[in-house]
């Protein structure tokens, strides 16, 4: 019989082998076709081809984003996989050989024990703090590469983006500290008015 653990890694280099393949054939893609762009152009053209050239380059790098995603998600459950297959084996070990038959609480005791112990040996490793760090990291790249695409087509079309939204409202932020504080002053400015009148 296989180690389960030895052929989950063989997929798992195996997967990555491919990613990577893919990753630098678009990359190769990308490359020819900047040199197609640096050809002599003149006119409107010159400005399509620079935009266009920008919008590839960021399809490019979301290409990249998404296959770097699935990639540490496939480890992420590659290694969930695995220490579900560690409980179910040790559940297995643990079958009462004499009767057969399991005691329903035993059964619901040893369940728990063996899938407590997997997968808290799993969630203290370090190799699955390595994979979930590259799991959320790769996440937040993602939705960078999404953000920045977004903003550009908002800017493009004439929109408010994201970065102009926070602008307007870090300077609602500063005119209600300022209106607050006029108040302030206003309202200690009467109080000393009325207390300087009857007096």
Known sequence: MTNPSSSNEEAVD?????LKSMS???????????EIVQLPSIGPMKAFVKDYNQYCSDLLSLIKNVIDVYSSLNNYWMQM????????????????????QWDQEQLRMT??????DAFTSLFTSKD??????????????????IHRIFEKNLEMLNLPTRSDLDIVLKDITELKRNIRDIRREF????????ANNSA
Do not use: C, H
């Open 111 to 116: 369940l728990i024990d063996a899938f407590e």
């Open 81 to 100: 996989g695995s220490a579900f297959t560690q409980a179910l084996n040790k559940l297995l070990k643990e079958k009462p050989s004499s009767s057969g």
């Open 14 to 18: 195996d997967n990555k082998r491919t």
């Open 24 to 34: 630098s054939e678009f990359e190769s893609v990308y490359q020819k076709w900047n």
């Open 128 to 145: 699955f703090a390595k994979v979930y760090n590259e799991v959320s990291s790769t996440q937040i790249d993602l939705m960078d590469s």
């Open 187 to 194: 309202e200690s400015a009467m109080a000393y008015g009325r």
